[in-house]
């Protein structure tokens, strides 16, 4: 299918951050990247891409400028910058990547690295690490590709490295490897991997932008890090795949290929296919993850507690090897 644009003006600014703006376009909910588009304001002739919000995608219903017409043209480059994100795509901009800053690490022994299958598992994660520690957020492809789109990641003020097609990171990196050894040069205790908010999804085992986690732990593993999965459970989904614990999970364990381990929390019952599993103890999740913003699939810690548990588990289990 073709790009859906469609020609507006800017009819009202709802928020607006150095990273990510909410407007309105013609009166329609939209959002905006100003370091990609340049700046944005009331009355700005622009183009938006409307596709999302016609096709009633539930994660990303609204749209999204294109370019601003106004003041968003003929706007300077990184002369320093020699990588694309994009590349070839009528989005294409060079930015400096972590590779080009100078030699990386060859390795990241004992690094805890956190593998997750759902943006949502982020806030929990990092709660159960310690909000106090240095952690470095690294985010996947395999849901938004803005890093900026995510409350989550401003309300912790985690560094944030935007790995592959993502971009809008505190800092770019060509693979999740040297994004990780960026993590371990700089002397952070743990790195959180996942996905951005939302996530491409087929009902099926494979096709399912989750799968980023797999291949975070491969990574990690390789590098000589330390792995540990993050599981995604629900006991409030309606879908059977993805009540207990999700298909999603069950394939990311699958394909590690590497020394990995799954992180349980304790009092919940596992399933008898998942053999091995370490159990943590996460009593006090809930004053731990207390003021951070907790929401999966519109369900929050009172509707479904384990979700927000087992990522807790994850963090905790991450920040012991630390």
């Given at each position: ?28 909910p939209?959002v ?11 009355g700005?002739d ?14 990303g ?87 900026s ?55 099926s ?36 795949r ?8 069950r394939?990311v ?26 159990e ?9 993850c ?5 929401q ?12 927000f ?8 289990l ?5």
């Open positions: 299918m073709p790009l859906s644009l469609r020609r507006g003006s800017v009819t009202a600014i709802l928020e607006a951050g150095e990273r990510l703006v909410r407007l309105e376009v013609d009166g329609i939209c905006a990247y100003p370091r990609l588009t340049g700046p944005v304001e009331e700005d622009v183009l938006v891409n409307e596709q999302a919000r016609v096709l009633g995608l539930g994660s219903g609204f749209d999204v400028v294109h370019a601003n017409l106004t003041r968003g043209l003929g706007l300077p480059v990184d002369e320093e910058a020699h990588v694309m994100k994009l590349p070839y795509s009528p989005l294409q901009h060079a930015v400096r990547h972590v590779e080009e800053e100078g030699d990386l690490p060859e390795t990241i022994v004992g690094l805890p690295v956190v593998c997750c299958s759902l943006h949502s598992q982020l806030a929990p994660v990092c709660a159960g690490i310690g909000l106090a520690r240095r952690i470095a957020y690294v985010q996947l492809p395999g849901g938004a590709l803005p890093v789109l995510s409350d989550t990641v401003r309300a912790l003020g985690v560094p944030s490295v935007a790995v592959g097609p993502c971009f809008d990171g505190d800092r770019q990196a060509v693979s999740v490897a040297s994004a990780l050894a960026w993590a371990a040069g700089q002397g952070f205790e743990a790195a959180v991997c996942g996905i951005g908010p939302g996530v491409v999804g087929t009902a085992r494979l096709g399912h932008g989750g799968l980023a986690a797999a291949e975070a732990a491969n990574a990690a593993a390789a590098l000589g890090g330390a792995p540990v999965l993050a599981v995604r459970v629900s006991h409030g989904d309606p879908r059977e993805h009540r207990g614990v999700s298909h999603h999970t394939a364990v699958e394909l590690c290929l590497g020394r990995a381990t799954v992180a349980w929390p304790a009092g919940l019952e596992p399933p008898a296919w998942l053999q091995t599993r370490e943590v103890d996460v009593t006090g999740w809930e004053e731990a207390a003021g951070l913003p907790l999966h699939m519109g369900r929050g810690p009172e509707e479904d507690p384990w979700f548990a087992a990522a807790f588990a994850a963090g905790r991450a920040g012991s090897l630390s």
